[in-house]
Every structure is written in structure tokens, then in C-alpha cells.
């Protein structure tokens, strides 16, 4: 069956408390749902906005209640503290861990991920070892920060780990930041741009590893007291933050009979959930970080991103195909990925995806000024633009990663240098 | 009240740092850091910064009725 979605809606449920149901629910809203609007939370806090947790709330500047604007007209129901345990498609219900059932006409799936837990949990569980992904994490890690450690060890060489180790340099902190892959944020931005990242991070005293693995972490009455290496040089260390990426929340769909899995909750490109055997399931949509869905900016090949510019996009798109009714076209989720960090006092921004970029091109400023625009060209197109302290230029270069103009892009235009195409 | 601002938007015009500099830093030349929760008492300084945004990146509502941070 694939038939559209069944009449109007008149209660719509949203799993998923954070940047993409709480974007969803003000859409929905915003596009003249008056009916009956749930949002469920498994965290006891209303939305909230994760990216300043890792800089300034760890930094102790400003608030840590960094809870998300809500508009008075929101109307909606929350069901805090209270994390979804079963989906039957066929009642339409989902239930929740507290054995509550609630129906819906509508439903949207943005349970969001989790910090991926170190692997042993007995290192796991000792005094002094972190992950980052709540407000509650925030917190606690804050504290430790506030109490002057002797030396944090960071491990995961993505942009978490990096703006953390950020944090802890403005606070004068010892910090050593280990990544197991030989160049830094390769993945996000190539090991050029990414080995510049790690250069500015040495600069700012990082004591930064390449190639570096923990081979055991140490204790002492169950307090972490540092790190062994698989090269066997020890790191003394009295906490540890494992930035290791993310886990998918998904296991709640077990037997919904939804294509879910680690990667994430199988939709097509109007957010609508799609079951194991390959049907559209009409009532049922994704968004956010748990979302899977073909990327027509990358020939359609299932994604799933973990950027708060998805989230509110795919929200808002799902929002829209929720409402639509028989004669209403639905919203395609085009969005352009895209992502902002801040770390060393630089502003890092990408648009595009530079995963597969076979080159690069510097076209406004230069990496020796740490102020510039750089293309990334994959077979003759441009795929993606990243600047660093330079974010005024970037827009300009959307259209052409949209529509994958040819790369390199002009050359010998009157405003700008001789280009060079270098490696990624 | 609370504030979000959408950074992927924000190119660093620091308009809003002249309206509410009690409220918006910027650390550098571009990373913008401000304050989540201002008071009430700041709103009208929240609001011109809201208004100075040339790129509308931030928003900025009163905390909900009833609850207060």
C-alpha cells in the first residue's frame, strides 16, 4: 500500500524532543495545524540546543539553559522524561517506557542519536571518563573543568573533540587530543584543510596525536589516572572525553516493521518512513540525525547527517508533507548540508559535502592568512565550499555546488589571484 | 528569554554585538558567542539586536508562561 496519507490529521506525534521535533512542531503551526500536537522527550528537559554545549557552556560563559526559543502559538503537549519504546504502524500508537499509549494520525520520528559509549565499560564507568551529547553531560563535565584538572585527554578527531580541546586551552587546561586516523577531520574536510585545523590546534598548545590509540586507560580506586597507548608511551590524566562519534536511537523501532538500523530510519525524499520491504509508509516521517534519506546533492545515495541545518530543514519539510493532503504537492528535502564550528577563535563553515573531493582550490584569501574560501571539485564539479573566517563570501558559492558547476571554477577573472587546483 | 542563533546564517556583521554587547561576543574575527538566557530586562536590548541582524539569524521569544529560568 501506498496510498497517500489517510485525511486530515487531527493529532500529530512527534518522538523526539530536540532541534528537529521542536523545528517540526513550530512548522506544523506555522502552516495552520490547529489539532492536537505531543511531543515526546526521553531527556527531562524541554528542546534545547546542543552546539554551544561543547564551547561556551563547558567554558562557563553565559547560561548553560540554553533552551530553545518556543513560540507562544507552539500549543503543544510535552512528554518529558519519558522515552518511546514500541511503534505499532498498524494501531498507529507509540508507546512510551512509562507503558502510556499514545494514538496518532501523524506521527514523526526524530529520536536523534546518542554519544557513542567508549567500548569497555568498565573503563566506561570510571571516575573521570566523559562523553558529550546532553545538557546533563555539559554539566557535569563543567564542573570538572571548574575544579582545575591536571590534564584532559580527548579522544575522537572530529569537530567535537577538537572544539573541546578548544574550550580547554581558553581555560588554560593541559590537554592532549588523541586521533586514531593519520590526518584530523579528514572526513569533513579533507586532509588538507584538516591538517590545517590540527596545525592551528598545535599552535594554540594541543598536544595533539596522529595515529594514536589508547591501548588501556589506568585507575586508582576507580579514578582514571591516565592513558597507556598501543605505542606504549603513558599520558597522566585525571579526565578523559570520548568524542567517538554518535549512536542512532532506533532501537525503539524494533519490530515496526521499519527499514531501521544503525544507519539510521529509512525515508524517501519527502521525509516519509519506508518499511523493510521497500513500501512508503503514508503517516509515518523521519528527520533529524536519525534520518537516512537520498541526497540528490550526492547522485542519491542514502545519508544520514548529523548537522543542525538538516534538522531543521527536514523537520520543516516534513512538516509540510504531513499536512498535505490529496491535492497538495509534497516538499522535496533538498537541503544543501551544511555546518559551522568554532574552535581557536576561527569560524569553520561548510557547504556541500567534501567527503570523495579529488581537488582544491583556494578563491578568496589564502590558508596562510587562516582567512579564505576553498572549493572542493570532484571529477569536474564543484561538490562543496569551506572558509575559515571568511563567512560572508561562502553563500556566493551555493548556487554553484547546487547545480554542480564546473571545477575549477573561472580563472583569471580581473578580482581575483591566479587559481591553483591542489590536492584535497 | 531565550535566544538561538542560526550560526549557519550569521556572517559575522557584529550588529548585534554594538545593539546587546552584554548579550553577544565575538570571539575573533567571526566566532559569535552569546548568552542563551538573558533576563527579561534585557529584552528590548535582545530585540534591536534581533532587529540589527542584516542576515535574520537570531531568535529571540520570552520563556513560555509559567515557566521561568
Known amino acids: 500500500m501506498t496510498a497517500g496519507p489517510s485525511g486530515p490529521p487531527e493529532r500529530i506525534l512527534v518522538v523526539g524532543a530536540s532541534l528537529a521535533g521542536l523545528s517540526a512542531a513550530h512548522a506544523l503551526r506555522a502552516e495552520g495545524f490547529a489539532g492536537a500536537l505531543t511531543l515526546v522527550g526521553d531527556e527531562p528537559h524541554a528542546p534545547y540546543d546542543r ?13 548553560p539553559d540554553t533552551t530553545l526559543p518556543r513560540r507562544p502559538e507552539l500549543r503543544a503537549e510535552f512528554r518529558l522524561g519519558t522515552p518511546a519504546s514500541r511503534l505499532d504502524c498498524e494501531a498507529r500508537t507509540v508507546t512510551l517506557a512509562d507503558g502510556s499509549t499514545l494514538p496518532y494520525d501523524r506521527l514523526l520520528i526524530a529520536t536523534g542519536t546518542r554519544a557513542r559509549p567508549w567500548p569497555n565499560p568498565e573503563e566506561a564507568s570510571l571516575d573521570g571518563v566523559f562523553t558529550l551529547r546532553t545538557r546533563d553531560d555539559a554539566a557535569r563535565l563543567s564542573a570538572r573543568f571548574k575544579a582545575g584538572p591536571k590534564r584532559v585527554v ?3 578527531g572530529g569537530f567535537i573533540g577538537f572544539e573541546v580541546a578548544s574550550t580547554c586551552r581558553d581555560l588554560d587546561i593541559p590537554v592532549s587530543l588523541l586521533v586514531r586516523d593519520g590526518q584530523p577531520l579528514a572526513a569533513a574536510l579533507g586532509p588538507r584543510l584538516g591538517g590545517l585545523v590540527g596545525t592551528i590546534a598545535q599552535e594554540r598548545g594541543v598536544d595533539l596525536r596522529l595515529g594514536a590509540e589508547i591501548e588501556r586507560m589506568d585507575s586508582e580506586g576507580g579514578r582514571l589516572t591516565g592513558v597507556t597507548l598501543k605505542d606504549g608511551e603513558r599520558i597522566e590524566a585525571d579526565l578523559l572525553v570520548a568524542a567517538i562519534g554518535a549512536v542512532r536511537n532506533v532501537a525503539w523501532l524494533e519490530g515496526s516493521g521499519l527499514a531501521a538500523d544503525e544507519g539510521g530510519v529509512l525515508c524517501d525524499g519527502y521525509c516519509r518512513a519506508i518499511r523493510a520491504n521497500g513500501d512508503i509508509v503514508p503517516d509515518v516521517f523521519v528527520a533529524g540525525d536519525v534520518a537516512r534519506w537520498p541526497n540528490p546533492h550526492q547522485g542519491e545515495a542514502l545519508v544520514a547527517v548529523e548537522h543542525w541545518g538538516n534538522a531543521r530543514a527536514q523537520a520543516e519539510a516534513a512538516a509540510r508533507n504531513m499536512l498535505a493532503g490529496p491535492a497538495t504537492g509534497l516538499t522535496r528535502h533538498d537541503h544543501l548540508p551544511d555546518f559551522w564550528s568554532q574552535q581557536f577563535g576561527l569560524t569553520i563553515k561548510l557547504v556541500g559535502l567534501a567527503d570523495g573531493a579529488d581537488s582544491l582550490a583556494v578563491v578568496h584569501g589564502s590558508l596562510d592568512a587562516r582567512r579564505f574560501v576553498a572549493l572542493y571539485g570532484r571529477e569536474g564539479r564543484t561538490v562543496a565550499a569551506a572558509s575559515i573566517d571568511s563567512a560572508r563570501w561562502l553563500p556566493a558559492y551555493e548556487a554553484a555546488i547546487r547545480e554542480g558547476a564546473p571545477f575549477p571554477p573561472i580563472e583569471g577573472a580581473i578580482d581575483q589571484p591566479r587559481l591553483r587546483i591542489e590536492e584535497p | 528569554m531565550k535566544v538561538v542563533v542560526d ?10 554585538v554594538y545593539a546587546a554587547p552584554r548579550h553577544f561576543v565575538l570571539h575573533g574575527r567571526e566566532a559569535l558567542v552569546y548568552d542563551p538566557s538573558p533576563d527579561e530586562a534585557a529584552r528590548a536590548e535582545i530585540e534591536r539586536a534581533v532587529h540589527a541582524c542584516p542576515v535574520r539569524a537570531i531568535t529571540a521569544l520570552p520563556d513560555p508562561a509559567g515557566e521561568t529560568k
Not at chain 1, 53 to 62: E, P, W
Open chain 1, 51 to 63: 552546539p554551544p554545549l561543547s564551547k561556551q557552556v563547558l567554558r562557563g560563559l553565559f547560561s
Open chain 1, 154 to 156: 580527548l579522544v575522537g
Open chain 2, 7 to 16: 550560526l549557519n546564517r550569521c556572517q559575522a556583521y557584529a550588529q548585534c
